[in-house]
């Protein structure tokens, strides 16, 4: 079974940054499509950005500009560098393939952007 484990979430001020990591022990990664998603209370969790096998990429646009999604095949990780943070990205962040598949889910890790 493949383990999934999302990190690098916590507490920020608006304006602020976090890198999270998406760490898996899956020997196929390099050959999916990966994704972060996002939980906020009280919504559905929303697809906020993917990239290829290739590293290619795509944002929600509300995110675009502010998120940078990169791999490292080699270490079966996936990251998120968030800049310019704001209260509504305040979320369980996780990550799976893309499109997402059952049993791909991590715990997630929480985001909360507040002063």
């Known amino acids: 079974q493949v383990q999934v484990v999302e990190s690098g979430g916590g507490l920020v001020q608006p304006g602020g940054s976090l890198r999270l990591s998406c760490a898996t022990s899956?020997?196929?990664?390099?050959?999916?499509?990966m994704a972060w998603y996002r939980r906020a209370p009280g919504k559905q969790r929303e697809w906020v950005g993917s990239?290829?096998?290739?590293?290619?990429?795509g944002y929600k646009d509300t995110v675009k500009g502010r998120f940078t999604a990169s791999r490292d095949n080699a270490k079966s990780t996936m990251y998120l560098q968030m800049n310019n943070l704001q209260p509504e990205d305040t979320a369980v962040y996780y990550c799976?393939?893309?499109?997402?598949?059952?049993?791909?889910w991590g715990q997630g890790t929480q985001v909360t952007v507040s002063s």
């Open positions: 990239i290829s096998s290739g590293g290619m990429t």
């Open positions: 799976n393939q893309f499109p997402p598949v059952g049993g791909y």
């Open positions: 899956d020997r196929r990664f390099s050959t999916y499509s």
